[in-house]
Nanobody, 120 residues
């Protein structure tokens, strides 16, 4: 199983970035991030069909997760970025849907991460 995240970069506050995750599997997918000195935290997730999306309160209304199952990609459109969004962003995949999708331990596979830096 391979997950390849891309799309990170440097952007000014208020700007936008679009992250993509190319996956070799189709399953429930999530995005997490890890800021310097902080633990990995949930950002967004999407079910296999792509008709249910879940967001952390901190990004709700600014970020949008979507997927293209024909291309096996999951995207995270990030708008109105803030300096506190600065982090390494990871995509992740999980098979067992019984646990809470908010927790990293519920995910089976992880991408390598892509750095997002938001300047003030």
């Amino acid at each position: 199983v391979q997950l390849q995240a891309s799309g990170g970069g440097l952007v000014q506050a208020g700007g936008s970035l679009r992250l993509s995750c190319a996956a070799s599997i189709r399953t429930f997918m999530g995005w997490f991030r890890r800021a310097p000195g902080r633990e990995r935290e949930f950002v967004a997730a999407i079910n296999l069909a792509g008709d249910r999306a879940y967001y952390a309160d901190s990004v709700k209304g600014r970020f949008n997760i979507s997927r293209d199952n024909a291309r096996n990609t999951v995207s995270l459109q990030m708008n109105s970025l803030k300096p506190e969004d600065t982090a390494v962003y990871y995509c992740a995949a999980r098979y067992d849907l019984s646990g809470d999708y908010h927790y990293p331990r519920e995910y089976n596979y992880w991408g390598q991460g892509t750095l997002v830096t938001v300047s003030s």
